[in-house]
């Protein structure tokens, strides 16, 4: 009788099945938020140290600082996020995540640089002092259009687009950020039609919703004084930024609420005389503003500083009087002295 070993030589049907890929996950919106904060806030104390040793300086180029700001951390993500740095910046290592391709590999510096431009603009465009009365609408309506839709749109879609997380950054490189304990190519489906969709009505909505909003702010204020007089302030020598608006300051005695007109001004560098500085200011706002007597106080504010986006240091002096006040300060004041 002869043996059949027909059984060891035939494949096995397990044999017969395809070698299933490992896959790897998605990082949920948890993690990339907490790494950000985290990335954040040691950007803030490398901002710190650098506003620290040249305070005078960035003061001096004024809103130009933010500029500082963002070159920092764009080397930061640029250089970390890549394959340069292993895909992690510390707060990523921390959270076990890390920029990768659809292959799962790390990306190049260039693209990188890219990606890391197109997620900082936004944040460093937001909350920037340009000077009030000297900014082209144009200027305004771009910074507005880069904020809102890339800003945004990124936000948005990291939240709401449970199949990547990709951002506008992403998207444009094809990158993701995955898992570090998983291996392989990235386990995600293409951004639906639907999240597109849903994405430009709202951002669509809130573009409409501002721009209501900004015609009854024009309509509620004396805008056209305020911008005129923002104007004459912002020709003094050494002045960065001046802006104007009333507000409506409540006594804690219950005595009622007084309607103050406050002046904020910020400057290049400390003035020699800060208090003859700020009269200078008030005698152009009674000069040219009909409407500043109408006022229960002015307040001027003078601002000396710097804000490089990852870190910002403000000193100011404030100077409160009622109008009789001022009037009777001015009378006897002379000009304003220089900044130094």
């Known amino acids: 009788m002869s043996a059949d070993f027909s ?10 099945l395809p070698l299933a890929r490992s896959t790897r996950s998605i990082g949920s919106v948890w993690r990339r938020f907490t790494a950000y904060a985290m990335d954040s806030v040691l950007l803030g104390v490398v901002g710190a140290g650098i506003g620290s040793v040249f305070f005078d300086k960035l003061s001096q180029i004024g809103v130009w600082g933010r500029l500082v700001g963002f070159c920092v951390a764009l080397v930061y993500f640029s250089s970390l996020d890549s ?9 990523k290592r921390w959270m076990k995540v890390r920029v990768i391709d659809a292959q799962g590999n790390t990306i190049p510096f260039a693209k990188c640089f890219l990606r890391s431009a197109i997620f900082l603009a936004p944040s460093f465009l937001v909350g920037l002092r340009l000077p009030q009365a000297r900014t082209p609408w144009i200027v305004s309506s771009l910074i507005f259009v880069i904020v809102l839709w890339v800003g945004g749109s990124t936000l948005y879609l990291i939240t709401f687009n449970h199949q990547t997380r ?8 094809g990158s993701y950020v995955g898992i570090c304990d998983d291996a392989g190519p990235i386990n995600a489906e293409a951004v639906h039609d639907a999240q597109w969709i849903a994405l430009g009505t709202l951002l669509m909505a809130v573009s409409v919703a501002a721009a209501i909003l900004n ?9 056209p004084e305020m911008r005129q007089d923002a104007a004459l302030i912002e020709q003094l020598g050494g002045v960065q930024r001046a802006r104007l608006r009333d507000v409506l300051l409540h006594s804690s005695a219950g005595g009622g609420a007084s309607k103050t007109l406050l002046v904020s001004v ?12 700020a009269e200078q200011v008030a005698r152009i706002i009674f000069q040219n503003d009909a409407h500043a007597q109408n006022y ?7 601002f ?4 490089i986006g990852i870190a910002q240091r403000w000193n100011h002096d404030e100077y409160t009087h009622t109008p009789t006040e001022w009037q009777r300060l001015l009378s006897g004041s002379p000009p304003a002295s220089g900044l130094r």
């Open 215 to 223: 015609v009854k702010l024009e309509k509620m204020s004396p805008l």
């Open 83 to 91: 394959r340069v740095g292993g895909g992690q910046t510390p707060g």
């Open 166 to 173: 990709q951002g506008l950054h992403d998207l444009a490189v």
């Open 304 to 307: 000396y500083g710097y804000d």
């Open 296 to 302: 229960d106080e002015l307040s001027v504010r003078l």
């Open 266 to 277: 910020t400057l290049r560098s400390k003035s020699l005389d800060q208090e003859v500085f």
């Open 7 to 16: 059984s060891l030589t035939q494949p096995s049907i397990a044999d017969t």
